[in-house]
């Protein structure tokens, strides 16, 4: 127990440090430097655990917490305290939050942020009003991008205050519901609730979300409590809470279909769909006034996407595979990008991969096919790998690229004000490279051929898991009480 309170304190000593650097603009050298230097004592609490589960069959190690709930209770206090030491700054790294508060007030004001840009002449009133979150708001000429829910929660929390630190702080709410959401999930597969270090400690999610405060930490946790709640036999409520995490982000809608391929029953998909459309109409409602219809409905929702289809055609930035496709593609890399992807998910749909696993690669994928790949949208695939630790090439892949992604930060500290951003191939290859080696190594797909002897896991009375045994929880379609493989075959239904 001393030893994990002393990599504790290490922790947040480093993310104290963190912090200074960022605030204090010490350059790219502090800022890597100490990013990587926060993974030492993840790793090092980690290195037990691992040792204990080579010796497992099946590749999922042992154990529970690695010792006792204590354990666990520490780990969540390092991370918790490391965040709040974070949240204290100004956002850095990135003007998100400003904007999210900016068109926070737009709603606020009773004005339309997706037909009126930042600096649409009826805004001018608001402008001088808030000059401080004018002078960090960018892109000043395009129109809003976040979906009407995402747009409702600023509104709700700018209407009080325009300071990005409460902006940050709701985030960070939100967050703790991702860590529930994971916690949960982790106790449904009898893996270890010490995998929730590999979350709490890792700094991507903690410079991303306590440090700059990105909205996908709502959008994440919406959809991480819709797949804990569909493996709890809630059909309804997944299906709702999946919606309206596309409501917040987009990307979340991309689990509606794999819920409703997993659900079972006609009456759950019927649930599904119900409780999705109210999460989608119910945001779209304030938004939806006659005077916002005065063109039309196919208008107003063009509006919507405006910015969106702006962003899909013309953004490029710290991409990793696409940067390859459009070498030997050109400007028909976007559709053929958009098509992999695409064809990838449908893969994962007509194999039947479990909704949670499915959103974790395709999350993955998503990140490495993308024409933008801000550190930041990894967040939707870490959690859900984490999830998968005998599946070794997108778990390591996964966490060695929360790592690595700190690289596209470079061009940030290095490029002179006033100058053009650009990526170089040393800073692309280190986020890169790494990663590659280690799905190469390892096999994106090895897992599979062990599924069998992976699900081997019970509990231990105090829901954590030993592997060799030979019963496994089904809690990829909502069984109530669990079935065995066996049971499964007889049924003839596939393992899990």
């Given at each position: 127990?001393?030893?994990?309170?002393?990599?504790?304190?290490?922790?947040?000593v480093?993310?104290?440090?963190?912090?200074?650097?960022?605030?204090?603009?010490?350059?790219?050298?502090?800022h890597?430097?100490?990013?990587a230097?926060?993974?030492?004592?993840?790793?090092l609490?980690?290195?037990?655990?691992?040792?204990?589960?080579?010796?497992?069959?099946?590749?999922?190690?042992?154990?529970?917490?690695?010792?006792?709930?204590?354990v666990?209770?520490?780990?969540?206090?390092?991370?918790?305290?490391?965040?709040?030491?974070?949240?204290?700054?100004?956002?850095?790294?990135?003007?998100?939050?400003?904007?999210?508060?900016?068109?926070?007030r737009?709603?606020?004001?009773?004005?339309?942020p997706?037909?009126?840009?930042?600096?649409?002449?009826?805004?001018?009133?608001?402008?001088?009003?808030?000059?401080?979150?004018?002078?960090?708001?960018?892109?000043?000429?395009?129109?809003?991008?976040?979906?009407?829910?995402?747009?409702?929660?600023?509104?709700?929390?700018?209407?009080?205050?325009?300071?990005?630190?409460?902006?940050?702080?709701?985030?960070?709410?939100?967050?703790?519901?991702?860590?529930?959401?994971l916690?949960?999930?982790?106790?449904r597969?009898?893996?270890?609730?010490?995998?929730?270090?590999?979350y709490?400690?890792?700094?991507?999610?903690?410079?991303?979300?306590?440090?700059?405060?990105?909205?996908?930490?709502?959008?994440?946790?919406?959809?991480?409590?819709?797949?804990?709640?569909?493996?709890?036999?809630?059909p309804?409520?997944a299906?709702?809470?999946?919606?309206?995490?596309?409501?917040?982000?987009?990307?979340?809608?991309a689990?509606?279909?794999?819920l409703l391929?997993?659900?079972?029953r006609?009456?759950?998909?019927?649930?599904?769909?119900?409780a999705?459309?109210?999460a989608?109409v119910?945001?779209?409602?304030?938004f939806?006034?006659?005077?916002?219809?005065?063109?039309?409905f196919?208008?107003?929702?063009?509006?919507?996407?405006?910015?969106?289809?702006?962003?899909?055609?013309?953004?490029?930035?710290?991409?990793?595979?696409?940067a390859?496709?459009?070498?030997?593609?050109?400007?028909?890399?976007?559709?053929?990008?958009?098509?992999?992807?695409?064809?990838?998910?449908?893969?994962?749909?007509?194999r039947?991969?479990?909704?949670?696993?499915?959103?974790?690669?395709?999350?993955?994928?998503g990140?490495l096919?993308?024409?933008?790949?801000?550190?930041?949208?990894?967040l939707?695939?870490?959690?859900?790998?984490l999830?998968?630790p005998?599946r070794?090439?997108?778990?390591?892949?996964?966490?060695?690229?929360?790592?690595?992604?700190?690289?596209?930060?470079?061009?940030?500290?290095?490029?002179?004000?006033?100058?053009?951003?650009?990526?170089?191939?040393?800073?692309?290859?280190?986020?890169?490279l790494?990663v590659?080696?280690?799905l190469?190594?390892?096999?994106?797909?090895?897992g599979?051929?062990?599924?069998?002897?992976?699900?081997?896991?019970?509990?231990?009375?105090?829901?954590?898991?030993?592997?060799?045994?030979e019963?496994?929880?089904?809690v990829?379609?909502?069984d109530?009480?669990?079935?065995?493989?066996?049971?499964?075959?007889?049924?003839?239904?596939?393992?899990?």
């Open positions: 127990m001393g030893w994990v309170a002393g990599l504790a304190l290490v922790h947040v480093l993310a104290a440090a963190l912090g200074w650097a960022l605030g204090a603009g010490a350059g790219f050298g502090w890597a430097g100490l990013h230097a926060l993974c030492v004592p993840l790793g609490l980690a290195l037990p655990w691992f040792r204990r589960g080579r010796r497992g069959r099946g590749g999922a190690p042992a154990g529970g917490t690695g010792g006792s709930g204590s666990l209770a520490v780990v969540v206090a390092a991370g918790v305290v490391s965040r709040l030491v974070l949240l204290a700054g100004a956002p850095v790294l990135s003007d998100d939050v400003y904007r999210v508060i900016w068109e926070g737009v709603v606020v004001s009773g004005g339309d997706w037909a009126q840009p930042p600096d649409d002449p009826g805004l001018a009133e608001l402008r001088d009003a808030h000059p401080e979150v004018r002078a960090r708001v960018g892109y000043w000429m395009l129109p809003a991008i976040y979906p009407p829910a995402h747009q409702l929660f600023a509104a709700a929390l700018a209407a009080f205050s325009t300071d990005a630190r409460v902006m940050k702080a709701a985030f960070l709410v939100a967050e703790g519901f991702v860590v529930w959401a916690f949960g999930l982790l106790r597969r009898g893996l270890p609730d010490l995998l929730l270090a590999g709490l400690w890792n700094p991507l999610p903690l410079t991303e979300i306590a440090g700059s405060g990105h909205g996908e930490a709502l959008a994440v946790a919406l959809l991480a409590l819709g797949l804990l709640a569909f493996e709890r036999g809630r309804g409520l299906g709702g809470l999946a919606a309206l995490s596309g409501m917040v982000k987009y990307a979340g809608f689990a509606l279909p794999f391929r997993a659900a079972r006609r009456r759950d998909r019927a649930a599904m769909l119900l999705a459309g109210a989608v119910i945001p779209l409602l304030p939806l006034g006659p005077e916002r219809l005065a063109d039309g196919l208008a107003r929702f063009a509006e919507f996407g405006g910015t969106l289809v702006h962003y899909a055609r013309h953004w490029q930035w710290g991409e990793g595979l696409f390859l496709l459009a070498a030997a593609l050109g400007a028909a890399a976007r559709p053929v990008a958009f098509g992999l992807l695409a064809g990838f998910g449908l893969a994962l749909l007509v039947r991969v479990p909704p949670t696993r499915a959103m974790g690669w395709l999350a993955g994928a990140f096919l993308a024409p933008t790949a801000h550190p930041w949208y990894l939707w695939a870490l959690p859900f790998l999830l998968e005998a070794r090439g997108p778990f390591f892949g996964c966490l060695l690229l929360s790592l690595t992604a700190v690289f596209s930060y470079g061009p940030f500290w290095t490029t002179p004000p006033g100058e053009a951003w650009v990526f170089p191939l040393g800073l692309r290859l280190a986020e890169y790494p590659a080696l280690v190469i190594g390892f096999g994106w797909f090895a599979e051929r062990s599924t069998r002897s992976e699900a081997a896991v019970v509990g231990d009375g105090e829901g954590r898991g030993v592997p060799g045994s019963a496994v929880v089904d990829h379609h909502g109530a009480g669990g079935a065995t493989v066996q049971e499964r075959e007889k049924r003839g239904e596939p393992p899990v």
